[in-house]
């Protein structure tokens, strides 16, 4: 009997390593490991205010909506020193904002939106927005 107890508790500790073993290896390839990705403001390359005013204003840009992940949309930038103005289109609904650089900030404001983000350069023509450190869900395209 007293055999019998030890084989038991050693095969519940083995059974024990075996399922946390494969619960570790499937909530790591879940990517829901006990380890928190984030990334700090020092690693990200913001775009400066030069960058910023070389590369938007009298561009068009285009995506879809972090909002809902499904609205397409595209804005033209006028040229200007720090601001102006913008035509978009916000899945067939036209409309007209302004765009602004604060700092190193992009703004753009209308009736019924004000935000104002860093921005990362992730490719030639895209551009990755944040809230601060939060990137958003996606990314926006130059032409």
Do not use: H
Not at 10 to 27: G, N, R
Not at 46 to 65: D, K, N, R, W
Not at 92 to 101: A, D, G, H
């Amino acid at each position: 009997m007293f055999y019998a107890s030890i084989l038991s508790l050693i095969l519940e500790d083995q059974m024990k390593s075996v399922f946390l073993t494969a619960a570790a290896a499937i909530f790591s390839l879940a990517g829901c490991d006990d380890t928190v990705q984030t990334t700090s403001p020092q690693t990200l390359n913001f775009m400066s205010q030069q960058e910023l005013l070389a590369t938007i204003p009298g561009a068009t840009t285009y995506g879809v909506s972090s909002q809902d992940n499904e609205t397409k949309w595209v804005q033209a930038y006028s040229k200007g020193g720090k601001s102006g103005t913008i035509s978009g289109m916000w899945g067939k609904e036209p409309y007209k904002s302004t765009w602004s650089v604060k700092g190193n900030l992009w703004c753009e404001n209308s009736d019924t939106f004000d935000a104002c983000w860093n921005v990362v350069r992730v490719g030639k023509n895209s551009l990755q927005m944040y809230n601060g450190t939060e990137k958003l869900r996606n990314i926006w395209n130059i032409r």
